[in-house]
């Protein structure tokens, strides 16, 4: 079992930066390629960003990329997920997931465990 706690969350302008942690509660945190979806009102969760295991992998939605950074610490049982250059757009609640699954998991079905989610408001 996992149980995963998110934290980071708030109000920002447009422009500004936010950063989201993750922390999870479980003996084997690096066996769980890790990832985080958001969700805004009326929308289905959507991906963001994932890493693999080791960290040496990310992968991230379109609409993130270059403005979004995930990493983990394995060492520290935590991913976070840097945000910069938000916009009003990225207004949703964020979650993090866990899934035991290998490669480029970007399918909310494929994972296995959720966090209750953080808000995330930006301003414009």
């Known amino acids: 079992q996992v149980q995963l706690v998110e934290s980071g969350g708030g109000l920002v302008q447009a422009g500004g930066s936010l950063r989201l942690s993750c922390a999870a509660s479980?003996?084997?945190?690096?066996?769980?390629?890790m990832g985080w979806f958001r969700q805004a009102p009326g929308k289905e969760r959507e991906f963001v960003a994932a890493?693999?295991?080791?960290?040496?992998?990310?992968y991230y939605a379109t609409s993130v990329k270059g403005r979004f950074t995930i990493s983990r610490d394995n060492a520290k049982n935590s991913v976070d997920l840097q945000m910069n250059n938000l916009k009003p757009e990225d207004t949703a609640v964020y979650y993090c997931?866990?899934?035991?699954?290998?490669?480029?998991?970007?399918?909310?079905?494929?994972?296995?465990?959720w966090g209750q989610g953080t808000q995330v408001t930006v301003s414009s």
């Open positions: 890493i693999s295991r080791t960290g040496i992998s990310t």
């Open positions: 479980v003996r084997t945190f690096s066996v769980y390629t």
């Open positions: 997931g866990a899934t035991p699954r290998l490669g480029r998991v970007t399918g909310r079905i494929e994972y296995d465990y």
